[in-house]
């Protein structure tokens, strides 16, 4: 058992950096597809996103935003729920496109949401309409995060 009492997550995919390099191209095209049906009428700020799960699956999602707006949701959580609802349990790669020079990395709340189901070792691709800008980890973008492990035994 995992110090938080589930068990370990079992590798059922080895993702190196080759395996995860072979499938960047169709994760950013899950990406840049999840972005073109974003609805964003007020922001007009569209955002994609595409998460690799343990079995390496791909799971996109867009924003989605609300005249009410703090009940919008943005990409990456559009994107975990989809990869809940297939049945994965672990992001093992994630990448976050926007039609914005330089793209963008995932807003602070969407990085707690990927903490809850990766570890800080996990590579966050940033890409625009051109294709991938950078890469970071997860641990980069939220230093001394707090996740699962800190909750102990359930």
Known sequence: MAQ?????????????????????????????AARARAYAPYSNFAVGAALLDEHGRIHAGCNV????????????????????????????????AADTA???????????????????STPVWSADAHGVIARHSLGELLPASFGPDHLGPR
């Open 102 to 120: 330089g793209g963008v990395t995932p807003c602070g709340g969407c990085r707690q949401k990927l903490r809850e189901f990766a570890e800080g």
């Open 65 to 96: 935003e609300n005249a009410a707006y703090p009940e919008g949701q943005c990409a990456e959580a559009v994107a975990l729920g989809a990869l809940v609802m297939a049945g994965g349990t672990r992001v093992r790669a994630a990448i976050v």
């Open 4 to 32: 938080n009492g589930r068990p370990p997550p079992t590798p059922i995919l080895a993702l190196d950096d080759t395996s995860l390099d072979r499938q960047l191209p169709e994760l950013l095209a899950a990406a840049l």
